[in-house]
């Protein structure tokens, strides 16, 4: 079994940044695709991005390109997000999630992705 735990959200103003992490644990990370996902309230788990298990492939949603990079470190386990610039409407539960594979071209349906982790709240403010 896989456990997703992601720490690093908070509460930033408009253009700050923030890093989100996300330890994996219960298999190596390095056999698993992983990605992030982000839920406002009232809407729908949306896609952010997804990496492939060496790091070769990397997609992002077009709302976040150019602010936002993704990266993983096998060696610790950890998936990262480097979030810059940020505007108010990146306020949202952000959600790590793995799978055992990367499709290019199927990675932003949420049903996809068999493990999830709790999320880390992002608020930002105006």
Do not use: H
Not at 17 to 43: D, E, H, I, N, Y
Not at 120 to 126: F, L
């Amino acid at each position: 079994q896989v456990q997703l735990a992601e720490s690093g959200g908070g509460l930033v103003q408009t253009g700050g940044s923030l890093r989100l992490s996300c330890a994996v644990s219960g298999r190596t990370s390095r056999r698993l695709a992983m990605a992030w996902f982000r839920q406002a309230p009232g809407k729908e788990r949306e896609f952010v991005s997804a990496i492939s298990l060496s790091g070769g492939g990397i997609s992002y949603a077009d709302s976040v390109k150019g602010r936002f990079t993704i990266s993983r470190d096998n060696a610790k386990n950890t998936l990262y997000l480097q979030m810059n610039s940020l505007k108010p409407e990146d306020t949202a539960l952000y959600y790590c999630a793995a799978d055992a594979l990367y499709i290019s071209g199927y990675l932003t349906a949420p049903e996809r992705w068999d493990y999830w982790g709790q999320g880390t709240q992002v608020t930002v403010s105006s």
